[in-house]
């Protein structure tokens, strides 16, 4: 193996270990350097060959957990284009994605009002590109002006937002009812938004 994909394979390793050791008791400011070279397996001192602190490998994870929810809305939108409807496929493949990464999705939601500024900073720069994509998309599929695509956009986003914080720890029968309710939501805020013009 070159020396180079052995350099990416551990870089890798170690971005997974730090997301293995969030859970709902530990945020990104809990976890030490040590602890995450003993999970990914490397020794400490070869960490900064990757990294530069703990700080930069934070952001990183920022970065990743908003590629992962970008995807998803990709992901979404294929489903949609085989035949599912807009809101039912978004909201279900929303609700597998937290099931499936809810570590990815617990870092956002922490570190959104947590501690570091640099850290919040960088969940809002996440949180606005996935604004924009929706403003794009919803402009492209109802025709609606961007002022109103983007206060739709901003909307939705808040209320998944907060509909995935209730879902994280939820059983399975409470994330179905909880689905349910958030798809007739989204769409009181779609047809408010059809209804709606802005000065």
Do not use: C, W
């Amino acid at each position: 193996m070159s020396r180079q994909l052995q350099k990416l394979r551990t870089r890798r390793s170690i971005i997974d270990a730090a997301f293995s050791l969030l859970d709902d008791q530990r945020s990104l400011s809990s976890i030490s350097l040590r602890e995450v070279a003993r999970e990914a397996g490397i020794a400490p001192t070869s960490f900064y060959r990757h990294f530069k602190d703990i700080d930069e490998l934070g952001l990183t994870l920022v970065d990743e957990a908003g590629l992962a929810l970008r995807q998803l809305m990709r992901q979404a939108r294929l489903r949609i284009a085989s035949g599912g409807g807009v809101i039912n496929t978004s909201v279900d493949t929303f609700m597998e994605f937290i099931s499936d990464n809810s570590n990815v999705f617990r870092l956002l939601l922490r570190e959104h009002t947590g501690t570091s500024l640099a850290f919040r900073a960088a969940v809002l720069r996440e949180i606005q590109h996935f604004n924009v994509e929706l403003t794009d998309y919803t402009m492209a599929t109802t025709g609606l002006s961007p002022k109103v695509a983007n206060l739709q956009a901003e909307a939705m986003v808040k209320l998944v937002f907060s509909a995935g914080a209730e879902g994280l720890d939820a059983s399975v029968e409470q994330k179905k009812i909880l689905a349910g309710r958030l798809k007739l939501q989204l769409r009181f805020i779609a047809n408010g938004a059809l209804r709606t013009t802005v000065d």
